[in-house]
């Protein structure tokens, strides 16, 4: 029994030592593809994690194995070209359209800023939270902050059988 568990072992490690620089690869394609949509540079890669630097975020960063992007900006009120970044990012990373992520991204933002707490919300193949920090405490850092995720809203729809565009009710 015990020869077997070492044979598994020793089968096993080059197949395990290949899919790591698949997963690489694929980070590699995916932040690729960020800097060609969004116009980012790449400020550092660690794994399956990547930074960015663009004029219009604090911080843009990517988890390619969960597929999210974090988004973070200094001001409590960022540029209109803070959401026309997450719209660009999230037609890169979900194929949802930005101009549609874009206006979602700003109308969380103004709910958040109204109401204090996060807001979600779920356009085409994204969904997306913004979050505002308090107004009464102006040395928080960042001011603002968005995760973009794939929705798996249509995934779940098209296995149920149902129109992936339909609505409930």
Known sequence: MMLSFRLAAILL???L???APAAADGCDALAARMIRATGA??????G???VFRA??????SLDCRAHRMVFSALE????RRYYALIGLAAGALTGAKPEAVETLALSLHQSAL????PQEGVVGRAALRCETAPDTDPFVSPRTLCVLIPSTRGVLRRHAGLPVAAQAG
């Open 76 to 79: 409590r009120e960022p540029a």
């Open 114 to 117: 109204v109401t204090g707490r």
């Open 17 to 19: 030592y290949a899919a």
């Open 48 to 50: 399956t994690r990547a």
């Open 55 to 60: 004029a219009d975020a604090e911080r843009m």
């Open 13 to 15: 490690s080059p197949m």
């Open 41 to 46: 540079s790449l400020a550092g890669r660690e």
